[in-house]
């Protein structure tokens, strides 16, 4: 078969279908990258230095536009608050992970307050970014994505913080659905004026974790309440636009799948094995149905023979038919070494070629 390029790649997996090759994405960490740099990537782009698959992303600005500000600079950390009105704590380091200090919106009457300032406006919109680059997108093959932002993850970790909306979904789940449908409600009015200004998207995708290691954040029934209608109304919306519906959800979110499934969603990412996610068991029970992304250790990408041992076993099965696309079950730490990362990609190569 001949090389095809990431958009006829992705095209046929979403088919489900076989390709010449599965397709091979991921994110590495900032230090990750560092670290290749200096073990031999250099200054060159490491998607195009190992020829990979590129994706390309349309972002919107959907949040409340509170005033976003450094409050603190020291040698070890900067405090500053978010546009979402989140006081955080970063270390100057990269890949460190940010303290959440203080939150703007702790309860509905801040919300009602807040939602007046998330209305949809063309300058929410990169309008110079999107002339800028889609048409060379479009041109090399890129597969593009537009990048939604709602639902669970995206309100406790980027607004009213954790505990506060599990405590909100049992107590005050009006609360709760207004906020994650009002999101929404943001993403496809923003996304609906890059359509009608002619920028073509090939898929949504959003990052919704509702897992932790072996469990989730709520109950069955408690999604099927609350969180499944608004993701079922996304992925609709996708689907009237003729575009593929693709969800980041990381921990183990078994028990959601199957509804996942009957939702019509297109792509699952990342199958977090060290959650306790089985990328194996989900290709044999809905490979025909969903794009599995993702499901490879990262674990064990510091140690080549471990990862190219999981690699051997897992892509022969996940490739069978299409649907799916190879990357690490999160993304790949600073752990895995330049060399490391040419062995896994060379065998992904090898063993996702059809």
């Known amino acids: 078969m001949s090389q095809m390029t990431t958009h006829e790649r992705f095209t046929r997996m979403f088919e489900h279908k076989e390709a010449d090759r599965v397709p091979i994405i991921d994110s590495p960490w900032t230090g990750t990258i560092l670290r290749w740099q200096k073990e031999g990537l250099g200054d060159q782009d490491w998607v195009e230095y190992f020829d990979i698959d590129r994706v390309a992303s349309i972002n919107v600005d959907i949040s409340p536009r509170f005033e976003s500000r450094v ?40 919300w009602m307050e807040a939602k007046k300032r998330m209305t949809p406006s063309r300058d929410r919109v990169d309008w110079t970014y999107l002339q800028k680059n889609y048409k060379k997108w479009r041109e090399s093959g890129a597969w593009i994505q537009a990048i ?18 599990l405590m909100a979904l049992v107590e005050e789940p009006e609360w709760c659905l207004d906020m994650f449908n009002h999101f ?36 069955k029934s408690m999604y099927r309440e609350l969180l499944l209608p608004v993701q079922k109304r996304a992925i609709e919306w996708a689907h009237s636009r003729g575009v593929k519906a693709h969800l980041h959800s990381c921990g183990d979110i078994h028990p959601f799948v199957p509804d996942l ?25 809905f490979g025909d149905r969903l794009v599995l992304h993702g ?19 897992l892509i022969p099965v996940m490739k069978e038919n299409g649907g799916y696309i190879f990357s ?13 990362m040419k062995r896994i990609v060379k065998l992904a190569k090898e063993l996702g070629t059809y």
């Open 328 to 340: 690490s079950d999160h993304s790949i730490p600073n752990s895995v070494s330049f060399d490391t």
């Open 148 to 165: 939604f932002w709602f639902g669970f993850d995206v309100t406790h970790s980027w607004f009213i913080g954790t505990e506060r909306l």
């Open 261 to 285: 499934a009957d939702a019509g969603l297109d792509a699952l990412n990342p199958l977090e094995v060290k959650a306790g996610m089985d990328p194996y068991a989900l290709k044999l029970e």
């Open 295 to 313: 499901g490879l250790n990262a674990v064990l990408w510091d140690d080549p023979e471990k990862v190219e041992e999981e690699m051997r076993r």
């Open 184 to 219: 929404l409600d943001m993403c496809i009015a923003q996304f609906e004026m890059v359509l009608d200004a002619g920028y073509e998207f090939d898929s949504i995708y959003w990052p919704d974790d509702m897992g932790y290691k072996f469990n989730q954040f709520f109950s």
């Open 71 to 110: 409050l603190e600079e020291t040698e070890e950390f900067t405090t500053y608050i978010t546009p979402w009105g989140v006081t955080l704590r970063q270390q100057r380091v990269p890949d460190s992970t940010p303290e959440y200090l203080d939150f703007t919106v702790t309860n509905p009457n801040q």
